[in-house]
């Protein structure tokens, strides 16, 4: 299973872009979602989770109250809604999915993972 995950770009510092991740041959709507990102140089970090319903919802706390994942269960797609960028967010973003009821935060705890799409925040 491929995730695809799209909406990078550039912007400038205090822009905003939306990402998208269609999630193609899996039951969507039973898995929750996560958003990971891996800036040069780093280890790949949790950014957002979010569960299979879209009751609940997590956040690492460098993206809090920036940030904000959400799904459509009906379109089989996840979304991360980046608000007020910083050069700091510079990375690639990737999508992933895994079994089980709640958020997961650690890479190992996710089975299905995207492509990857690059995100760029000029100061």
């Known amino acids: 299973v491929q995730l695809q995950a799209s909406g990078g770009g550039l912007v400038q510092a205090g822009g905003s872009l939306r990402l998208s991740c269609v999630v193609p041959?899996?039951?969507?709507?039973?898995?929750?979602m996560g958003w990971f990102r891996q800036a040069p140089g780093k280890e790949r970090e949790f950014v957002s989770g979010i569960t299979s319903s879209g009751g609940s919802t997590n956040y690492a706390d460098s993206v809090k109250g920036r940030f904000t994942i959400s799904r459509d269960n009906a379109k089989n797609t996840v979304y991360l809604q980046m608000n007020s960028l910083q050069p700091g967010d510079t990375a690639v973003y990737y999508c992933?999915?895994?079994?089980?009821?709640?958020?997961?935060?650690?890479?190992?705890?996710?089975?299905?993972w995207g492509q990857g799409t690059q995100v760029t925040v000029s100061s």
């Open positions: 041959g899996l039951t969507f709507r039973t898995y929750p």
């Open positions: 992933a999915a895994r079994n089980g009821v709640r958020i997961g935060v650690a890479l190992d705890e996710y089975r299905f």
